[in-house]
């Protein structure tokens, strides 16, 4: 559920957590309002909210049940603190609704929101208009087997806006670098994996699982076993959308290419041919796996434009 407002830049809106009337009135205190503020910046307990706001624990205690037990809070992680056991609390949305009627369909308002219109291929990565995934990129720095500095990091800031044009609410974009990334941050999320093997290490473990791969022996050229095609060019892109390798209840996104000329190429498709994209494989349109190559239309040396191989 989200509030939305419209102002003459357009509409605003936040995600909202509904309420029952009985319990709106363990909002109504000012002490309340203070904790729920702090919670809606960090999550904090309650001896660390006590110190910020200067007053007595048990206030904030008494206050901390009533809001966890309304639903507005809830513990988002425990860590011991002096012998005890310290929950930390954060809003479960930022905003609350106590609702009087039942909702009415407004379609004007749903074509604001989603102005390009929302597509299964997004999903699970984009849910009820919030970003529902970690991207991870190559770090620039020399890593993995070959050494290699990734130049594809880039290219998750166009990602990151056009992304943006299908949320309704915009949170702070999660990005990792592939070196910073960590087995658990792998089995919890749905991934979008920006570059090819050679420059994400994260890419090259999920690569095998994918119905188009790169092929190490053949110098990692792009290999369909939709077409059995093989493409060696560096201007060789894919996008594909699966089941996630490390975790089969998560869904893994992959755009990259053999050199970072082909991971570009394969953003230039996402961005400029998201429809066509979101079609599905020529050969077999149930499997959402397509191959790009990348064109240099001014011959300038930069790949500006991308046509679908498969």
């Known amino acids: ?70 639903g507005v809070i809830k513990v988002v992680k425990e860590e011991g603190k002096q012998g005890a056991v310290a929950k930390y609390y954060f809003l479960e949305k930022p905003a609350v609704v106590v609702r009087f009627k039942e909702m009415e369909e407004t379609r004007k308002l749903f074509n604001v929101l989603n102005r390009k219109g929302s597509s299964e291929f997004l999903e699970p990565f984009i849910k009820d ?18 050494k290699a500095r990734a130049k594809d990091g880039y290219y998750g800031m166009d990602l990151a806006l056009f992304l943006g044009t299908f949320l309704s609410y915009i949170p702070k974009f999660y990005v990792k670098l592939d070196t910073d990334t960590r087995e658990e941050d792998l089995k919890q999320n749905n991934l979008i994996l920006i570059g090819g093997p050679v420059v994400n290490r994260i890419t090259y473990l999920a690569n ?60 230039i498709a996402f961005l400029k041919h998201f429809d066509e994209l979101a ?32």
């Open 208 to 267: 095998l699982k994918l119905p188009i791969k790169f092929d190490k022996e053949q110098h990692w050229a792009i290999h369909s076993t939709v077409s059995s095609t093989t493409y060696p060019n560096d201007e060789s892109g894919m996008v594909v959308k699966a089941k996630s390798p490390f975790n089969p209840d998560k869904s893994v996104l992959v755009i990259a290419g053999k050199r970072h000329f082909g991971t570009r190429a394969a953003i």
């Open 279 to 310: 079609a599905g494989n020529t050969y077999n349109r149930s499997v959402k796996a397509r191959v790009v190559e990348g064109i240099d239309l001014d011959s300038d040396g930069m790949i500006d434009e991308a046509e679908f191989r498969e």
């Open 1 to 70: 559920m989200f509030v939305v407002d419209r102002n003459k830049e357009g509409f605003t809106s936040l995600p909202a957590q509904e309420i029952r009337a009985e319990d709106a009135k363990n909002l109504s205190s000012e002490l309340a309002v203070k904790i729920l503020k702090l919670l809606s910046a960090k999550p904090m307990y309650p001896i660390e909210l006590a110190k910020g706001l200067n007053v007595h624990e048990q206030k904030v205690y008494y206050h901390i049940r009533n809001l966890e037990k309304a």
């Open 129 to 146: 208009g919030q970003l529902n995934a970690l991207i991870i990129v190559g770090s620039p720095d020399p890593h993995g087997p070959e």
